[in-house]
Each structure stands twice: as C-alpha cells, then as structure tokens.
C-alpha cells in the first residue's frame, strides 16, 4: 500500500531526507531538529506505532505468524523477521500494514505541523525515512534531500557504529540501491521527483549545505 496523497498546509512544505547506511541522513535531520524545524523519523514511529497498534498486532498474529506477540502483549521480532524474510509475500503483508499505519500517523503530525504552531521557522516539515519509494512517500512531498557519501565513507561509518562485517554493510548498500532517487530516475524517467544532494563525506561542511537547500525551498 503506498501512502496516499496529504496536500500540505498553504505555505507548508513536507520534505523527505533519504539516504542508504552510513551516508548520514540521522546526521542532517538532528541538524534540522536543532535548527527548530519538526522531523517525523519513519523507522522509530513505524516501531512504536506497531509496539503500540492492537489492529497491526492482530494482524501480525493472523497473517504473518501466530507467534507475533508474546503472552505480555510485547511484539515477538525475532519471530516475525524469521517468517518475513523468508516468505515475501508475507513480507509484502507487513510492509503494507505498516506503511498504512505510518501514513494515517504521518496525516495527523502534518495537520498539527509536526506538533508546533506553523510560522515562518516552522512552514518546512522533515520526514527521516530510508525507503522513500518503496513507501510511496515520494508521492506526497514537496522536495526529496539525499545525503550522499562515497561508498567507502558508508562502509567505514556503518563498520564502526554498528559493530559489523564490511561485507554486510556492503550487501545492505546493494539492497538499499534502488531507494536511490537517481536510480529511482533511471527506472522512472516519467514520474520520477526531483531531488537535491547533500554531501556528507567527512570534509564538506554540513550546516552550509543545510541553510542553502532551506533558503531555496521557502
């Protein structure tokens, strides 16, 4: 299920920030959040949204695996990514349940501008979210910001932070490829959204970059 259209507010304009592991979009939008501006992060309200959603949670039970949750009512994770991630339909299953819950939650954060009185510091709203077509977010923001790195910076950043193999940081940067929105070009020339980069190597300066793309996109 992709997200349905949320015409923003006069004035209001809803920008999403991707970017695979290790390109630092957690980076930029904590960046945007210091500067005053409301970010949804996608990742963490999906978790709590499910954590919390008795209608996902039956769902979960019911289509995906009757061992979804345990007796204390907590979701069994490691039992669902055993049956998703082996079964994609049943992985299909999930990901529409969720994005249907993050839609319906991302509505209602745009209706109150992200929790904060619309002004002038505040007409810009953030979404955090690494899978922007495949959620079918790109569909309904005004603006899509990549953050970019060189593929070894990624994989050094993404080594170090999470404690894990070079090989499987490389295999996830080659799943994640297609969220790309130059790839997401190349396979959609007619609907593809434009987009802007930042660059986020390690040297070029962030908060630069930051204030010219919110100057642009007023």
Request: aromatic fraction near 4%; charge should be neutral.
């Amino acid at each position: 299920m992709t997200i349905n259209n949320h015409p923003s507010k006069p004035g209001q304009r809803l920008i999403a920030v991707t970017g695979g592991i290790g390109s630092g979009k957690s980076v930029v939008c904590r960046i945007l959040s210091y500067l005053g501006y409301p970010v949804y992060d996608c990742d963490s309200r999906a978790k709590a949204l499910m954590a919390a959603s008795e209608e996902i949670k039956e769902v979960l039970r019911g289509r995906i695996t009757p061992d979804a949750v345990n007796p204390d009512g907590t979701l069994n994770r490691a039992a669902i990514a055993e049956v998703v991630f082996s079964n994609p339909d049943k992985l299909a299953i999930l990901d529409r349940t969720v994005h249907a819950a993050v839609n319906a939650d991302i509505a209602a954060w745009r209706e109150t501008a992200g929790g904060r009185t619309p002004d002038a510091g505040t007409a810009l709203l953030f979404i955090e979210s690494a899978i922007p077509f495949k959620s079918g977010l790109h569909k309904i923001v005004d603006d899509i910001w990549e953050v970019s790195a060189p593929e070894e910076v990624r994989v050094a950043r993404a080594v170090k932070r999470d404690n894990v193999s070079e090989e499987a940081v490389r295999k996830r940067i080659a799943s994640q490829a297609a969220e790309s929105p130059a790839a997401f070009a190349t396979a959609n020339p007619s609907t593809a959204p434009s987009y802007r980069t930042i660059l986020n190597d390690g040297t070029s300066p962030l908060l630069p970059q930051i204030l010219t793309l919110i100057e642009a996109t007023r």
